[in-house]
């Protein structure tokens, strides 16, 4: 008796996450090719390695490349404390002392940061009451931290193993051709 294929039918040329993800009813994740977005952050580093105009393009670049995003930029270090750089998104907290929020905490531990559910993490910095989830990834200079990378989406759950990858591969390129002081 011929076999009941209920899902995939053509697996040998459709097997691929997003078409199964629609055949069971979920909504398609729209991923982030890492490889195409980490060239054009070297192209533009090889165009201008200054740490301002880098950080500048390259957060116009995240919010360009991942899907449902809010807010995403930079906070440097200044006098020991965190203090608001180039981004895109809505007007940000100014300042952020080490250990407070996310980022301070993500600073004070020196490790990248994943937030699932921002309303869950305790001492959440809500600079933009749309954030829903968060992930912070420091960045050093001169083997202390210059700066994070600050990303907020207003989905729970938004920034899989993958992004955390993805971001500290750019956050390590940025490390290695930015001009930082
Ligand atoms: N949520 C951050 C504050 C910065 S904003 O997200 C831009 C935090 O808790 O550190």
């Given amino acids: 008796m011929k076999k009941v294929c209920r899902l995939n039918c053509n697996l ?5 996450a997003a078409y199964i993800m629609r055949r069971i009813g979920m909504k398609e994740v ?3 090719n890492y490889d195409i977005l980490l060239k054009q952050a070297d192209e533009l580093l090889e165009s201008e390695p ?3 105009s880098a ?4 957060s116009s670049l995240i919010m360009q490349s991942l899907a449902d995003l809010n807010w995403a930029g930079f906070y440097l270090v200044r006098n020991g404390v965190l203090t608001v750089g180039p981004f895109q998104g809505k007007p940000a907290c100014i300042h952020i002392q080490p250990g ?3 980022c301070g905490t993500a600073l004070q531990k020196d490790e990248t940061i994943l937030v699932p559910d921002v309303h869950e993490f305790p ?3 809500a600079c933009d009451s749309a954030s829903n989830s968060e992930i912070v990834v420091p960045i050093h200079s001169n083997g202390r931290i210059a700066a994070v990378l600050d990303i907020d989406s207003p989905l729970k759950n ?3 193993v993958a992004d955390k990858a993805g971001l ?6 940025l490390e290695e051709k930015g001009e930082w002081s």
Avoid at 55 to 58: D, F, H, Q, T, V
Avoid at 168 to 173: A, D
């Fill in 12 to 16: 040998t040329t459709k097997h691929d």
């Fill in 30 to 32: 729209n991923m982030t």
């Fill in 50 to 52: 200054w740490a301002v």
């Fill in 55 to 58: 950080m500048s393009n390259i």
């Fill in 100 to 102: 407070k929020g996310v």
């Fill in 123 to 125: 001492g959440h910095i």
């Fill in 158 to 160: 938004r920034f899989s």
């Fill in 168 to 173: 500290e591969q750019l956050v390590k390129l």
